[in-house]
C-alpha cells in the first residue's frame, strides 16, 4: 500500500473513533493515536493536553458528556515526508453534549507518525468553538 493511503486509512481510523467518542465512547481512540509522551491535541474548546494520559483524558472528557453525533472530514488534504505526515482539512457534523445539540465547522490539523507499519496519530488541532465553550461554562456555573 502506498504512503499516502496508509495515511488515508489512519485518518479514517481517527474519525470512525472520533464518532464512537460522540456517542461516549472514548475507548477506540487507544487505536488511533500514538500513545508516546510527546503526543498532544488542541480541541475546540481550548486548551492544550500533553501526553497520551492528558491526552486520552480530553477525549474521555467529552465523551462523558456526549450522546449522540458525528463528524466527518471533508476536503482533506494529505502532505507526506519519510515517517510524518499531515492532513488539512474541515471537520464538519452534529453533536449533542449535555443534552444540547451543537454544530461542528472547525478548521484541523492531525499529525501523524509512522510507528511500525502503521501511522497514528500524534496531534489534533481544531478551531476554537465559541458554541462549545458556552455550553462548558453554562455546565462549570451550574
Known amino acids: 500500500m502506498a504512503a499516502e493511503d496508509e ?3 489512519a485518518s479514517a481510523r481517527f474519525y470512525t473513533a472520533l464518532n464512537s467518542m460522540m456517542t461516549g465512547d472514548a475507548g477506540p481512540l487507544a487505536q488511533a493515536w500514538s500513545h508516546s509522551p510527546d503526543v498532544s ?3 475546540p474548546i481550548g486548551g492544550r493536553e500533553a501526553g497520551w494520559d ?3 483524558g480530553s477525549f474521555e472528557g467529552v ?5 449522540a453525533g458525528s463528524v466527518e472530514l471533508r476536503d482533506q488534504s494529505i502532505h507526506l515526508g519519510t515517517d510524518m505526515a499531515y492532513e488539512l ?12 445539540q451543537l454544530t461542528i465547522e ?3 490539523t492531525n499529525v ?8 497514528k496519530l500524534v496531534h489534533h488541532h481544531t478551531d476554537i468553538s465559541p458554541a462549545m465553550l458556552e455550553l462548558l461554562s453554562r455546565l462549570q456555573a451550574a
Open 112 to 119: 501523524y507518525r509512522r510507528e511500525g507499519a502503521e501511522w
Open 106 to 108: 472547525q478548521r484541523v
Open 41 to 43: 491535541t488542541m480541541h
Open 54 to 56: 492528558q491526552v486520552r
Open 7 to 9: 495515511v488515508r486509512a
Open 63 to 67: 465523551a462523558g458528556l456526549a450522546s
Open 89 to 100: 482539512g474541515t471537520e464538519a457534523g452534529k453533536i449533542t453534549l449535555a443534552g444540547e
